[in-house]
């Protein structure tokens, strides 16, 4: 019998008109820090989990969240309901177990405190170009974040977090043999130049943000043990040079800004690098097609959300904007998932 014709389906429709429902769950399990527990604990049943987490809805509602986490994959499951024992995926007990190095909650945790209500505003931010954030009650967005401590350093993580797959990536695919320093703009907790010093011997790197960070950073490269090759420094790219390198390096950070100020930080990174230098740019580069990186076309909505005026960009934008400050040549080098390198050469 012939395979019946393709025929209109409400699947994916569906799928992602409630895609905040699935999102929901997971960003709730990472800050009642289930997967922490049961990394912990091992395995448990879905009523130590509610004792353990002070839930006071029903049974069901339980057996329900830690399901739908099973279903998603988040979770492992032996048995039904009553008889049930939970544990956690391979996944989950790598990135969402706080105790670990390879903790990338960070993020999650921020979509949850910070975003998750900003993207409600999405219609507004479209019918008006404005942000959506702290800026609609009159706070500067770097201002709001960089004089509240903790929410500094919810914010650090967040971008450690996002990033971790991809600093990883790129440390161990990249052709560092050439070069001998990286500075590392916008450097947040240090991961990018942490990770490039653990997979490259010969490479010394500096994490370079505002002075508020360098405390953060100085931590977490401790914990890494990684204080020989990574140091901190504490600067203003709107206001000074970058610091002299063999490679620059920028994780999320063009897309923050109008394509002015994209292009004065390209030319600032520019004339940082020796003949020869390398800008690697670390974001989710759009397709030249924009219809298959789903990821990079809602990051840079998120942009909108978040600064109004940001974006996200293609190769091709990438490759006009380098090229309009001088350097030779590009590449595009793909890492985790929907994100990739992108690289100019000097």
Same mark, same amino acid.
């Given at each position: 019998m012939e395979q019946q014709q393709n025929h209109p389906t409400p699947e994916n429709i569906m799928k992602i008109g409630t895609g905040f429902w699935a999102s929901k769950i997971l960003l709730s399990a990472v800050k009642f820090q289930v997967f922490t527990t049961l990394a912990e604990k091992k395995t448990m049943s879905a009523i130590e989990l509610k004792s353990h987490l002070g839930f006071k809805s029903t049974d069901r509602n339980v057996y329900d969240f830690l399901d739908a986490l099973t279903t998603f994959g988040f979770l492992n499951r032996e048995g039904l309901l009553e008889t049930a024992q939970y544990s956690n995926s391979m996944d989950t007990d790598f990135f969402l177990d706080k105790n670990k190095p390879s903790y990338i909650g960070g993020m999650l945790e921020m979509l949850n405190h910070r975003l998750y209500g900003f993207w409600g505003n999405l219609e507004e931010g479209l019918m008006t170009g404005l942000p959506q954030n702290e800026i609609k009650d009159g706070e500067d967005l770097f201002d709001a974040l960089y004089s509240d401590a903790d929410r500094l350093k919810e914010f650090i993580h967040a971008m450690s977090g996002f990033q971790m797959g991809n600093f990883m990536a790129l440390a161990q695919s990249f052709d560092f043999s050439k070069h001998k320093t990286l500075v590392d703009i916008g450097g947040s907790a240090g991961m990018l130049?942490?990770?490039?010093?653990?997979?490259?011997?010969h490479m010394n790197c500096?994490?370079?943000?505002?002075?508020?960070?360098?405390? &953060?950073?100085?931590?977490?490269?401790?914990?890494?043990?990684?204080? $020989?090759r990574v140091k901190t420094d504490s600067g203003n790219? %709107? @206001?000074?040079?970058?610091?002299?390198?063999?490679?620059?390096?920028?994780?999320?950070?063009?897309?923050?800004?109008?394509?002015?100020?994209?292009?004065?930080?390209?030319?600032?990174a520019y004339n940082s690098l020796p003949e020869g230098g390398v800008l690697i740019a670390i974001e989710n580069v759009i397709d030249a097609d924009r219809n298959k990186?789903?990821?990079?076309?809602?990051?840079?909505?998120?942009?909108? &959300?978040?600064?109004?005026?940001?974006?996200?960009?293609?190769?091709? $934008?990438?490759?006009?904007?380098?090229?309009?400050?001088? %350097? @030779?040549?590009?590449?595009?080098?793909?890492?985790?998932?929907?994100?990739?390198?992108a690289i100019a050469y000097k």
């Open positions: 130049s942490i990770m490039v010093a653990k997979h490259q011997g500096t994490s370079w943000d505002l002075p508020p960070v360098a405390p &953060i950073a100085n931590e977490v490269i401790q914990q890494f043990q990684m204080h $020989d790219f %709107f @206001k000074d040079e970058f610091p002299n390198a063999d490679i620059i390096t920028m994780g999320n950070i063009l897309h923050d800004w109008d394509e002015e100020t994209k292009l004065m930080l390209i030319k600032k990186n789903a990821v990079g076309l809602m990051m840079s909505l998120n942009m909108l &959300i978040e600064t109004g005026s940001g974006f996200d960009y293609t190769f091709s $934008d990438f490759n006009k904007w380098t090229n309009a400050v001088g %350097f @030779k040549s590009t590449a595009l080098l793909p890492l985790a998932g929907p994100t990739s390198a």
